[in-house]
Structures are given as structure tokens and as C-alpha cells.
């Protein structure tokens, strides 16, 4: 696998420091005994940031992959199973 491009892995690390605030206050939530609608909006925007990271990962090895004009055959198997396991 190639690794993330230095711009694109700090906003993947953006994106991700936003869903571990998310988490913090979904966590914070459930101690408090907030209503479980308001935690559910909560925890869904952190699994959704989560998964864009995820997609951003997966984007940018793919981008790579095209970039080196040379397909591997495997690499590209490992990056269908990656992409499909965050669908």
C-alpha cells in the first residue's frame, strides 16, 4: 500500500480529531443520562466523520495506485476490501 499524502493526512487527521471530540460528547452524554435522541444524533455524526475519514483513506491510496500507472492486481483486491468494509 502507498502511504497518505502529508496535506491530505492532516485533514484526515482533522476530520478524525472532530469524531473523537464527537465520541467525547457522546460519552459524556450517556454518564449524564442525556436522552438516548439526543445521544443517538450525537453518535451518528461521530460514526459519520469516521467513515469520511475512512473513504478519504481509501481515496488517496487509490489515487496513488493511478498515479504509478501500474495496477497491481492485489493492491487493488486490498483496496476493494478495505473500501467495502466501511460500507
Excluded: H, W
Excluded at 497518505?4 to 492532516?10: N, Q, Y
Excluded at 472532530?18 to 453518535?43: F, K, N, P, S, Y
Aim: hydrophobic share 45%; aromatic share 2%; charged share 30%.
Amino acid at each position: 500500500m502507498t502511504s497518505i499524502p502529508a496535506d491530505e493526512a492532516k485533514k484526515i487527521a482533522n476530520r478524525l480529531r472532530r469524531a473523537q471530540g464527537q465520541l467525547g460528547a457522546v460519552l459524556g452524554m450517556v454518564e449524564e443520562g442525556r436522552d438516548c435522541r439526543e445521544i443517538i444524533t450525537q453518535l451518528s455524526a461521530a460514526s459519520s466523520a469516521i467513515d469520511r475519514a475512512g473513504f478519504a483513506i481509501i481515496a488517496s491510496a487509490m489515487k496513488e495506485c493511478l498515479r504509478d500507472g501500474e495496477g497491481d492486481p492485489v493492491e487493488v483486491a486490498d483496496l476493494e476490501k478495505l473500501f467495502m468494509s466501511l460500507a
